[in-house]
């Protein structure tokens, strides 16, 4: 068990070694292997550091596990933040966001001359938001995001259903059975 990256981070590795085990995702790294410790689980194992396993007793049965050996994972201050303020300062809705480290890619280094060489690390972003591509407001949005991305691609747009909330489908209006007729304050003429 570990958070979902870090299985994602691990998979190749865990089928090399012939390990038919369930994955089960879990918060955060650290967290796993103290539900690990707390709960005695003997045959259950955690991925995470070996700090946590110092921290919380438990043996390091594998290092280096990792799929790609210069893998590192960090979340970079402000990222997040910057990708949801370009959509909110454009009242903008996200109906999604995902980001992930860049896989390939995780770390560029940045020259900077008031502070020198620093490290920046890249993420891919999964977002769905309520704006038309051909809305100006989502094509600044993405044009600010792309400012501190090195990759932006946008994977389709597809229309949203405007039907009110509770208000009967066009395929319910459409069925075999015509409506009732409204109410009427009179009786029909007799024949």
């Given at each position: 068990?570990?958070?979902?990256?870090?299985?994602?981070?691990?998979?190749?590795?865990?089928?090399?070694?012939?390990?038919?085990v369930?994955?089960?995702?879990?918060?955060?790294?650290?967290?796993?292997a103290?539900?690990?410790?707390?709960?005695?689980?003997?045959?259950?194992?955690?991925?995470?550091?070996?700090?946590?396993?110092?921290?919380?007793?438990l043996?390091?049965?594998?290092?280096?596990i990792?799929?790609?050996?210069?893998n590192?994972?960090?979340?970079?201050?402000s990222?997040?933040?910057?990708?949801?303020?370009?959509?909110?300062?454009?009242?903008?809705?996200?109906?999604?966001?995902?980001?992930?480290?860049?896989?390939?890619?995780?770390?560029?280094?940045?020259?900077?001359?008031?502070?020198?060489?620093?490290?920046?690390?890249?993420?891919?972003?999964?977002?769905?938001?309520?704006?038309?591509?051909?809305?100006?407001?989502?094509?600044?949005?993405?044009?600010?995001?792309?400012?501190?991305?090195?990759?932006?691609?946008?994977l389709?747009?597809?229309?949203?259903?405007?039907?009110?909330?509770?208000?009967?489908?066009?395929?319910?209006s459409?069925?075999?059975?015509?409506?009732?007729?409204?109410?009427s304050?009179?009786?029909?003429?007799?024949?």
């Open positions: 068990m570990s958070h979902p990256q870090a299985l994602a981070q691990c998979e190749l590795t865990l089928t090399r070694l012939g390990l038919n369930t994955r089960e995702a879990f918060d955060d790294t650290a967290g796993a103290e539900h690990v410790a707390n709960n005695g689980l003997r045959d259950t194992a955690a991925i995470a550091s070996a700090r946590a396993a110092e921290l919380y007793g043996q390091v049965l594998a290092d280096g990792q799929d790609d050996s210069s590192v994972t960090r979340f970079g201050t990222v997040l933040f910057k990708v949801l303020s370009a959509f909110a300062f454009r009242d903008i809705s996200l109906t999604k966001i995902e980001s992930r480290p860049h896989r390939h890619r995780p770390i560029r280094l940045v020259d900077d001359a008031n502070v020198g060489t620093a490290k920046h690390f890249e993420y891919m972003f999964y977002v769905d938001f309520e704006a038309s591509m051909a809305d100006t407001r989502a094509q600044n949005a993405l044009a600010e995001i792309q400012e501190f991305t090195s990759f932006l691609r946008v389709g747009s597809y229309p949203m259903d405007m039907t009110p909330w509770g208000a009967p489908s066009s395929s319910a459409s069925s075999t059975n015509p409506p009732p007729p409204p109410p304050s009179s009786a029909p003429p007799s024949s």
